[in-house]
Structure formats: C-alpha cells, structure tokens
C-alpha cells in the first residue's frame, strides 16, 4: 500500500541511470510511476501485468471501458504487442515515430483485456522524450494514459501530477516541463479505412498528405468538458469580448485574460492575470493555464476573440478550448 510518492527529479535530455532504474524497479513490482513525455506527463503500469494496470483505473477514476495506450521505444515491443504491423502502420511509424501519434493495431491476445478495454485493438505510441524512452527500454511496454484524475487537465510538470495524484502512485520522475501540453493524434488502423479518433500533436492534414488519402475524424464532438473550478467563456467578437470585460470589472469577479494574439493588449493592460497562447508555441499550455488559474483562485477565464484562420490553423488546440469552455 502505498503511504508517500517518491518524486524523483531527472535531467529530461541526459536521464540519470541511477533514477531510471529507481522507477523502472517500481514498475516491474506492479507499481505506478508518473512519467514526462513530450506531449504530458504518463501513468505508466507495467502492460502485461493486469494488476497493476488494474491500478491505474482505480487513482484515476477512469470507466474501464475506456482503452490505455501502451508506450514502447523500440519496434520489438510493437511486436509483443501485435500479431503483424501492416504497410501503412510501418509507414506511419518510420515517418512519425518516436513522437505523439498514437496507432490502433489489432492486438495479439496476450495483451490483457483491460488494457485493449474489451476491443480487439491496440493503441501503441513511441513517445520522443528521453526519461520516456529510458524507463520503457528498461521495463517494456508500458500501459499509461495520463497522469491526472480522469476528466482533470492533463498534467504538463510533476506538480501537477502532485495535484491531484500525490499519495496514491509510488513515484514521479520529475523531468520538468513536457512543454506542448497536448495530447498525441489518435489513428484507429483496425478498419478498411483510417480514422482518427483524437487530434492531437500531428495535425490531420500532415497525415492525409503523407498517406495521400483522406482521413474520417471523429469522436470531437462527443468530448466532455474538464472538470475544474474555472468557468472558461469564448468571445466570438470583439464587442462581445469588450462587454464581457466590462462586466467582470463592474462586478469586481476575480477572473483572468487569455490573449491568442496582441489586438486587445490595450484593453488588459491593467488585468491582474493575463495568460497567453501563442499558436506558433510559445507561451503557456493551455492545461497549464487552467491549473494555474484554480490555484490562483480565479472565477472566470476570458478568451479573447480567436479569428477563424487561427482556428483552422490550429484544431487540436480548438477543440481543447471548447473542451474547457463546456
């Protein structure tokens, strides 16, 4: 049982051996271990042991019908894993991996049903971070949606993880920051047809041109909202955004501004919490924002007006912040 997390720090880009070790040794005696990858930090579980994958539903709060991706970092893991790797999976992966794309294979029947979540198939991903590939080359595949409460943000740094899971894991290697705080690009390969049942880091587009066919997308609509104590409000328009301003002003609400470009600066100048999404990566994530913003108490926060073209430019982002906003 465990009684106190161990958070062990690490370097993310030269990952100590002693401190891989430490966790690995963790995971092979059926405990959970927090993990940075480069899209958000993983709860990672050893993914043939069913006890232990067992336990990450349990912290987590997560339907067990809902599947776990399996982390690999070499191809003879995807082999453990699945019967054979079809053409377009061997093409997806030498042209995206490792980084965040997800893919579903039909899985071999080792591979234990609650990791599959009562389907045939398997998602498997190579993440692209160092302390990632390090710990998975040491314990093998590795069960491991993300580590946070199920329906909470994604965690992008240990502190998160401590949020909301300290006490209940046996350790947290501390590498940082993940910095995309977003999660991979899901590609369902079971079928005739590719689907994509999660936007993610690889936009949709970049895999359309690289297989050169279209992809279904679905499963957006559907999402639910996060569960925070913040109320996220989307102005469609300037006026819009201008009035909800005034009122929280008037109202003395305690609520921040996030900015997606510079067009309103002259109006928050003077704002006390001013957050900024910048859509060619800079600034804060927006996980990180909405985490921040429940620690500093804020009510409310106001998106400024996001023009169709950013919208477009950037889905995964988008259907992130309507997430938020539901």
């Not at 940082?176 to 899901?186: D, F, H, I, N, Q």
Request: hydrophobic residues 45%; aromatic residues 6%.
């Amino acid at each position: 049982m465990i009684t106190a997390t161990r958070y062990i720090r690490v370097d993310a880009r030269l990952p100590e051996a002693e401190s891989i070790k430490a966790a690995a040794e963790l995971i092979k005696a059926g405990e959970l271990v927090a993990f940075p990858t480069e899209t958000v930090y993983g709860l990672g579980a050893a993914a043939f042991q069913t006890d232990a994958v067992e336990k990450i539903f349990r912290v987590k709060g997560r339907p067990p019908e809902n599947a776990l991706l399996v982390h690999v970092s070499n191809l003879e893991q995807v082999e453990s894993l699945v019967p054979e790797i079809p053409a377009m999976a061997r093409e997806l992966i030498d042209r995206f991996w490792p980084g965040p794309l997800s893919i579903i294979l039909p899985a071999r029947s080792s591979v234990p049903e609650i990791v599959r979540g009562g389907s045939t198939g398997v998602g498997i991903r190579m993440p692209s971070h160092s302390v990632a590939l390090a710990l998975i080359e040491m314990t093998g595949p590795l069960a491991a949606p993300s580590a946070n409460l199920y329906g909470r943000p994604s965690p992008t740094n240990a502190s998160h993880v401590q949020q909301d899971l300290d006490g209940k894991i046996a350790a947290v290697l501390d590498g940082g920051e993940t910095g995309a705080g977003l999660e991979s690009t899901l590609l369902d390969l079971t079928g005739e047809l590719p689907r994509i049942l999660r936007r993610g880091g690889i936009k949709a587009e970049t895999i359309e041109e690289f297989l050169g066919l279209k992809i279904a997308i679905e499963g957006t609509d559907s999402m639910s909202g996060f569960q925070t104590r913040v109320k996220v409000i989307l102005s469609s328009n300037k006026t819009e955004f201008e009035a909800r301003l005034d009122d929280f002003i008037s109202q003395r609400v305690i609520f921040g501004v996030v900015c997606i470009n510079d067009a309103f600066l002259h109006k928050i100048e003077d704002i006390k919490y001013i957050y900024n999404i910048n859509l060619s990566g800079t600034g804060m994530n927006l996980y990180s924002i909405l985490r921040d913003a429940e620690k500093n108490n804020i009510a409310a926060l106001l998106f400024t007006p996001i023009e169709p073209e950013q919208a477009e430019a950037e889905p995964a982002l988008m259907d992130r912040i309507r997430r938020a906003s539901h």
